[in-house]
């Protein structure tokens, strides 16, 4: 069974940076995707970043394009969001996202796509 265990959401004020930090365990295919989505209230869920071990390159929102950063730890089974130049707009519960198999690159999110989700994690960016 595939967990994800979701850590480092905080309040913070705009321009400041976070980085939330994804355990995932129980991937039994040769391909997977990892990453995250984010839920504003009222919103819908919308994809931010993923990364798919079918190319490992990084697939971002355009919203959030050269300010976070995605990174994948193999060896310790991690995945991490790196958010940089936070504004009052990123604020939303994150989750920690998974799917098998991923015969392709990460090229767009769909909610319909990972059948994993962790339990999210809160982050709070004051203006």
């Known amino acids: 069974q595939v967990q994800l265990v979701e850590s480092g959401g905080a309040m913070v004020q705009a321009g400041g940076s976070l980085r939330l930090s994804c355990v995932f365990s129980?991937?039994?295919?040769?391909?997977?995707?990892v990453g995250w989505f984010r839920q504003a209230p009222g919103k819908e869920r919308e994809g931010v970043s993923c990364?798919?071990?079918?190319?490992?390159?990084?697939f971002y929102e355009d919203s959030v394009k050269d300010r976070f950063t995605l990174f994948r730890d193999d060896r310790n089974h991690s995945l991490y969001l790196q958010m940089n130049n936070l504004k009052p707009e990123d604020t939303a519960v994150y989750y920690c996202?998974?799917?098998?198999?991923?015969?392709?690159?990460?090229?767009?999110?769909?909610?319909?796509?990972?059948?994993?989700w962790g339990q999210g994690t809160q982050v709070t960016v004051s203006s």
């Open positions: 996202v998974g799917t098998e198999p991923a015969n392709y690159g990460c090229a767009g999110m769909y909610v319909h796509e990972y059948d994993y």
């Open positions: 129980g991937f039994s295919r040769e391909t997977y995707a």
């Open positions: 990364i798919s071990t079918a190319d490992n390159k990084a």
